[in-house]
Nanobody, 124 residues
């Protein structure tokens, strides 16, 4: 089992920045990759960014490329999402997720573990 806890969400004005953190505990050695997803009210859960736990594989959704950056600290079992130039449409609950197997990083159904989520609200 792997436990995930997100932190760093909050209220920010458009154009501002936030950094989300996701701390993993438990059987972290079994993880292949970590991802960030977001879900706005009444919408589906969308892929934001993901990174393999080793190597340089990392992806970001087109809607956040150039603004959001995913990174990891293997020693701390923590993944980060640096969010710059935030827009009101970035408002959502952001979830951290972990997956055990080498498969699509963009598909939320391929992830095995999820954190409870953290709210990000961007005001205009």
């Amino acid at each position: 089992q792997v436990q995930l806890v997100e932190s760093g969400g909050g209220l920010v004005q458009a154009g501002g920045s936030l950094r989300l953190s996701c701390a993993a505990s438990g059987h972290t050695f079994s993880m292949y990759a970590m991802g960030w997803f977001r879900q706005a009210p009444g919408k589906e859960r969308d892929f934001v960014a993901a990174t393999a736990w080793s190597g340089d594989t990392a992806y970001a959704a087109d809607s956040v490329k150039g603004r959001f950056t995913i990174s990891r600290d293997n020693a701390k079992n923590t993944v980060y999402l640096q969010m710059n130039s935030l827009k009101p449409e970035d408002t959502a609950v952001y979830y951290c997720a972990a997956k055990r197997y080498r498969s699509s990083l963009r598909d939320p159904y391929e992830y095995d573990y999820w954190g409870p989520g953290t709210q990000v609200t961007v005001s205009s």
